[in-house]
């Protein structure tokens, strides 16, 4: 049975070798399905990782608590989303006494079109209103100077901890730490510079500004009157469970806040909450969508690649009829004809398939190095690349063989 079937592929590699140009033409549409599928899957393999990465930074498990839905996703009804309670920090208060939390904090914030230092000047810097328990939540380190502490909350000092963009950028050639900068009027100390911290989904997390959230309501004594201020500019709440404990805080801090906002059992949440991991199953959901799309178009070129199969082998088929007359009339049944011809068929596919997988890894490792986008394989887009070569071979090489087949040995022999 082996020896059969190497005889079989030992066969296929002189046929193929005989029309090299004509068989290399023929398993182009398979390499291109292939390297494009291969390439796209190990970016957005790549993509998901660095994602879960940058999600998992921000901190360990965490649970928010907003207003305003944690991510847009379709049409909201902002004026609804307006006219819910606003949550407040005496809220997080009441929320890190239960019992499944460890922590939690006010975040309020809002975006300065620009900072300036003497003549040094960035844009789209976000000012965080918070507590001192700030850095612990969010997986944050003090490199230089120091935190805000309890009491320069208490005291609505006007400090403030800097995240590594502002420092090197406003501040390139000397600390920051003692300086002073101006935020709508008032003069803001640095007492410390946070560690960098990197991007997420494209946006630097060290663009920013955290002061105490009691001096952020001096700044920012009220947050507007539009209808998309009121829905969107207040306070959230970040929660830092106990260890193991990301469900029971969703349960507990959902029956709080109901209690707190005096909602009856048949009125739905007027507040939103949010995990980790709950970012992370939107993420996956939008790259699905893109997934599908590129495995379509990918599905498209598979298709023209069998074709061209099909047609190749039809062709050889005309071609090779009197040697298939010889074989059946030496004893040669209808079985070994077909599973000869379908070898070949398979055989071709999965060159092309082989060549289509190496093409798509270099062509993600390319991207990856002349972009920020970051390739990983994993084996099973490699067992894909094969599966999907195979099944365009057997799919598309089975009439062929058949007709191979079928053929009349007396007639075949008589063929010119």
Same mark, same amino acid.
């Given at each position: 049975?082996?020896?059969?079937?190497?005889?079989?592929?030992?066969?296929?590699?002189?046929?193929?070798?005989?029309?090299?140009?004509?068989?290399?033409?023929?398993?182009?549409?398979?390499?291109?399905?292939?390297?494009?599928?291969?390439?796209?899957?190990?970016?957005?393999?790549?993509?998901?990782?660095?994602?879960?990465?940058?999600?998992?930074?921000?901190?360990?498990?965490?649970?928010?608590?907003?207003?305003?839905?944690?991510?847009?996703?379709?049409?909201?009804?902002?004026?609804?989303?307006?006219?819910?309670?606003?949550?407040?920090?005496?809220?997080?208060?009441?929320?890190?006494?239960?019992?499944?939390?460890?922590?939690?904090?006010?975040?309020?914030?809002?975006?300065?079109?620009?900072?300036?230092?003497?003549?040094?000047?960035?844009?789209?810097?976000?000012?965080?209103?918070?507590?001192?328990?700030?850095?612990?939540?969010?997986?944050?380190?003090?490199?230089?100077?120091?935190?805000?502490?309890?009491?320069?909350?208490?005291?609505?000092?006007?400090?403030?901890?800097?995240?590594?963009?502002?420092?090197?950028?406003?501040?390139?050639?000397?600390?920051?730490?003692?300086?002073?900068?101006?935020?709508?009027?008032?003069?803001?100390?640095?007492?410390?510079?946070?560690?960098?911290?990197?991007?997420?989904?494209?946006?630097?997390?060290?663009?920013?500004?955290?002061?105490?959230?009691?001096?952020?309501?001096?700044?920012?004594?009220?947050?507007?009157?539009?209808?998309?201020?009121?829905?969107?500019?207040?306070?959230?709440?970040?929660?830092?469970?106990?260890?193991?404990?990301?469900?029971?805080?969703?349960?507990?801090?959902?029956?709080?806040?109901?209690?707190?906002?005096?909602?009856?059992?048949?009125?739905?949440?007027?507040?939103?909450?949010?995990?980790?991991?709950?970012?992370?199953?939107?993420?996956?959901?939008?790259?699905?969508?893109?997934?599908?799309?590129?495995?379509?178009?990918?599905?498209?070129?598979?298709?023209?690649?069998?074709?061209?199969?099909?047609?190749?082998?039809?062709?050889?088929?005309?071609?090779?009829?009197?040697?298939?007359?010889?074989?059946?009339?030496?004893?040669?049944?209808?079985?070994?004809?077909?599973?000869?011809?379908?070898?070949?068929?398979? *055989?071709? #596919?999965? $060159? =092309?398939?082989?060549? &289509? !997988?190496?093409?798509?890894?270099?062509? %993600?490792? /390319?991207?990856? +190095?002349?972009?920020?986008?970051?390739?990983?394989?994993?084996?099973?887009?490699?067992?894909?690349?094969?599966? *999907?070569? #195979?099944? $365009? =071979?057997?799919?598309? &090489? !089975?009439?062929?063989?058949?007709?191979? %087949?079928? /053929?009349?040995? +007396?007639?075949?022999?008589?063929?010119?």
């Amino acid at each position: 049975m082996v020896n059969d079937v190497l005889n079989k592929i030992s066969l296929s590699v002189q046929t193929f070798r005989t029309h090299r140009l004509r068989s290399f033409l023929t398993a182009l549409g398979i390499i291109i399905g292939v390297s494009t599928v291969i390439a796209i899957l190990s970016l957005i393999e790549g993509l998901n990782r660095s994602v879960a990465e940058q999600i998992q930074s921000i901190g360990s498990d965490l649970v928010f608590l907003s207003k305003s839905p944690i991510v847009l996703a379709g049409p909201q009804n902002i004026e609804e989303i307006a006219n819910r309670p606003d949550l407040t920090p005496d809220d997080a208060l009441a929320i890190s006494e239960l019992p499944s939390v460890e922590i939690a904090i006010p975040d309020i914030s809002q975006r300065l079109n620009k900072l300036k230092y003497r003549d040094k000047e960035i844009a789209n810097v976000r000012i965080r209103g918070t507590t001192e328990k700030f850095s612990s939540v969010n997986n944050r380190f003090i490199e230089s100077g120091r935190d805000f502490t309890k009491d320069d909350v208490t005291h609505r000092r006007s400090v403030c901890a800097i995240g590594s963009y502002v420092a090197k950028n406003l501040f390139p050639d000397e600390s920051p730490v003692g300086k002073e900068l101006n935020v709508r009027g008032h003069r803001i100390k640095i007492i410390g510079v946070h560690r960098e911290k990197g991007a997420f989904l494209g946006q630097s997390m060290d663009n920013m500004l955290v002061i105490p959230y009691t001096f952020y309501e001096k700044i920012y004594p009220s947050r507007g009157e539009s209808v998309f201020e009121r829905a969107f500019f207040g306070y959230s709440i970040d929660i830092k469970p106990k260890k193991g404990q990301v469900e029971r805080v969703t349960d507990e801090v959902r029956e709080l806040m109901r209690r707190r906002h005096r909602l009856p059992f048949d009125k739905k949440d007027d507040f939103e909450l949010g995990t980790q991991q709950m970012l992370m199953e939107i993420y996956q959901n939008i790259t699905r969508v893109g997934f599908i799309a590129i495995v379509a178009i990918a599905a498209i070129s598979l298709v023209v690649g069998g074709i061209g199969i099909m047609n190749i082998m039809l062709v050889s088929v005309a071609e090779r009829t009197r040697e298939i007359g010889i074989r059946k009339a030496v004893g040669a049944s209808n079985q070994n004809i077909l599973s000869q011809f379908l070898v070949e068929s398979v *055989f071709l #596919a999965l $060159v =092309g398939g082989v060549i &289509g !997988i190496l093409l798509g890894l270099l062509l %993600a490792w /390319l991207i990856s +190095i002349v972009s920020p986008l970051k390739a990983s394989v994993s084996f099973w887009m490699v067992l894909l690349g094969f599966g *999907f070569s #195979a099944a $365009v =071979g057997i799919f598309f &090489g !089975i009439y062929p063989a058949r007709r191979a %087949a079928g /053929l009349n040995p +007396i007639e075949a022999l008589r063929y010119e």
